[in-house]
Structures are given as C-alpha cells and as structure tokens.
C-alpha cells in the first residue's frame, strides 16, 4: 500500500511538471503590468554577493555537519519514513529552501517593503536569515515546532548578527494565533511547514484575515502532493487573492488590486541546487 502510494505520487509528480512547463510556454509571456514588473524584480540575478554569501557560508558548515540529532516530527513529514535521528547535514541538504529560492524570497520583501514578516518553518533559520537582512526595520516571526531545530537556528542567527527575529517555539497551531493576535497585519507570509491540506489551508485563512493589499503570502512546494496542490488550487480562488506566480517549487500570491492573473512561470532555476 506505501509502495503504491509512493509511486502514485512519483508519477503525479512527473505528468504535474510536465503540465506545468506546458502551461508555462502556452500562456506566453504577456502578462498584467504589475506581475511582469514584479517578475522582472524578483527573478533577475542582481544581489550583491554582501546580502547572502555569509548566510551561504553558514549553509555550506551545516551540509557538512554530521552531528545526530532527535527529531520530533511536526506536520505530514516525508513520503520516505521518518527517522527520529537525523543528521544536521541531511537536513540543511534536503529541508531547507534552495539559495535561488531564498533570493527570491529577499527580493519579494524588498520589492514590496514588507515589515512585518511572518514564517511558518524555521528549521535550520537559512530562509529566515534571508528575510531578516532585508535591512529596512522589518521583523521577522518564524515559527519552529522542534526544539533543537530552534537552538540551532538561534545559533545561526547570532553568528549572523541578525537581531530583528522572533522565534515562537511550538506547534504553529497554537503558537500562530497567539502572535497573530499581537500584530496589528501581516506584509509577508511564507508558509513553509506541515504539508497538508487541511492545516495549508487553515494557516492561509488566519494569514489572509490579516494581510493588506499590499501583503504578499508565499505557499512552498504545492506540488509535494496532489494535496498541496489542491489546496494551492484553492486557495488562488480566495477572493482577495488578485493574482498569483507558480513557479512549479513554490507559488506566490498577491492580494494587491493592480495584479491580475494566474501566471505559471518556468525558470531553469528550477534545477540549480
Ligand atoms: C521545510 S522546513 C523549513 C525550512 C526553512 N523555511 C528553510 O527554507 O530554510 C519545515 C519545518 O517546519 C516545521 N513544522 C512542520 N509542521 C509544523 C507544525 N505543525 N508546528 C511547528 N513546526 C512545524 C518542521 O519541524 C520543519 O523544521
């Protein structure tokens, strides 16, 4: 039966990035003015190596860390079976968003100058330290269920020097709503932890109730599952969301009233590791 499973879903996976890249080249590149500006902002290589070669730095020591450590498990995990010990290199191998990916995610914040950052997946605090360095008075609250995962990340973050983030340890059931309550809205939301449909989309509606139109909510991998992506199907028809980016490894949202559209976006970063 897991076998089964875990083939069904390789095979999803392949006909879902080739509909993907199909969609991708027939829809062309014309696009509302506010997404082709955005795009154009996001996905072009212009970040001085001083914003992220030491956060790269800091990446490359903990691929090579081969330090075991106890795992809780939090969310829908991985297709594979979860081991409760885990090596700190696997991890920051496997876990954590790609450097294109960060980059985007910086240029996102910078783009639309957001202050208030929320992250749900701290994990080894790579993601993390990218939205901290935006370098305008943001904060960032990150949100971490396991408790070694945190201490680790703390650790990053002071070799850093990054002081503008708040870690909320536990699970983002309890710990999202208590710091939602505390902010008065939400410019950036990255939504990077427990993969399933029914929490994906429950994390997006406490989100969205606090974004303006000018907030931006970022959804990882919605296409880990066929779950995932309908939940992202879903939730582009939110009625204040306006527009979206899939870039097939994760999906951006605008609430914005000057984008219009649902653009899905080939980049060959998709392959850089
Ligand atoms: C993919 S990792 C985050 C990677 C990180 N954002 C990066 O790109 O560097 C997801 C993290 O979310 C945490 N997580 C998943 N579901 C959670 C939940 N319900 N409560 C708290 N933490 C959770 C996991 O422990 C894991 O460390």
């Known amino acids: 039966m897991f076998f089964v499973?875990?083939?069904?879903?390789?095979?999803?996976?392949?006909?879902?990035?080739?509909?993907?890249?199909?969609?991708?080249?027939?829809?062309g590149k014309s696009r509302n003015v506010?997404?082709?500006k955005m795009l154009?902002?996001?996905?072009?290589?212009?970040?001085?190596?001083?914003?992220?070669?030491?956060?790269e730095q800091v990446r490359n020591l903990l691929r090579g860390n081969p330090e075991?450590?106890?795992?809780?498990?939090?969310?829908?995990?991985?297709?594979?079976?979860?081991?409760?010990?885990?090596?700190?290199?696997?991890?920051?191998?496997?876990?954590?968003?790609?450097?294109?990916?960060?980059?985007?995610?910086?240029?996102?914040?910078?783009?639309?100058?957001?202050?208030?950052?929320?992250e749900l997946g701290t994990s080894l605090g790579i993601s993390t330290s990218y939205l901290a360095s935006l370098n305008h008075g943001s904060t960032v609250y990150t949100f971490e269920g396991s408790h070694v995962l945190t201490q680790y990340a703390r650790v990053v973050f002071n070799s850093l020097n990054l002081n503008n983030i708040e870690i909320s340890?536990?699970?983002?059931?309890?710990?999202?709503?208590?710091?939602?309550?505390?902010?008065?809205?939400?410019?950036?939301?990255?939504?990077?932890?427990?993969?399933?449909?029914?929490?994906?989309?429950k994390y997006f509606d406490w989100l969205v109730n606090k974004s303006s139109d000018h907030s931006v909510i970022v959804m990882d991998d919605i296409y880990w599952s066929k779950e995932m992506y309908r939940a992202w199907k879903e939730i582009i028809k939110h009625p204040k969301v306006?527009?979206?980016?899939?870039?097939?490894?994760?999906?951006?949202?605008?609430?914005?009233?000057?984008?219009?559209?649902?653009y899905k976006v080939f980049t060959k970063n998709l392959f850089d590791i």
């Open 242 to 262: 306006k527009a979206s980016i899939n870039l097939y490894k994760f999906g951006i949202i605008f609430l914005n009233p000057k984008a219009a559209g649902h």
């Open 169 to 201: 340890e536990g699970n983002f059931d309890t710990t999202l709503p208590e710091i939602l309550k505390k902010l008065p809205h939400v410019d950036f939301s990255f939504i990077d932890g427990n993969h399933t449909f029914e929490a994906t989309k």
């Open 34 to 36: 506010f997404i082709k």
């Open 5 to 27: 499973f875990k083939r069904n879903n390789f095979f999803w996976r392949i006909t879902s990035f080739l509909n993907f890249f199909i969609k991708s080249l027939s829809q």
């Open 68 to 118: 075991l450590i106890e795992l809780e498990q939090f969310g829908a995990g991985s297709f594979n079976k979860n081991p409760k010990e885990v090596q700190v290199k696997d991890i920051a191998e496997q876990s954590l968003s790609k450097p294109w990916q960060c980059k985007i995610l910086f240029r996102l914040g910078r783009e639309t100058g957001a202050k208030t950052i929320i």
């Open 40 to 55: 154009g902002s996001i996905l072009k290589m212009d970040l001085k190596p001083g914003n992220y070669i030491k956060i």
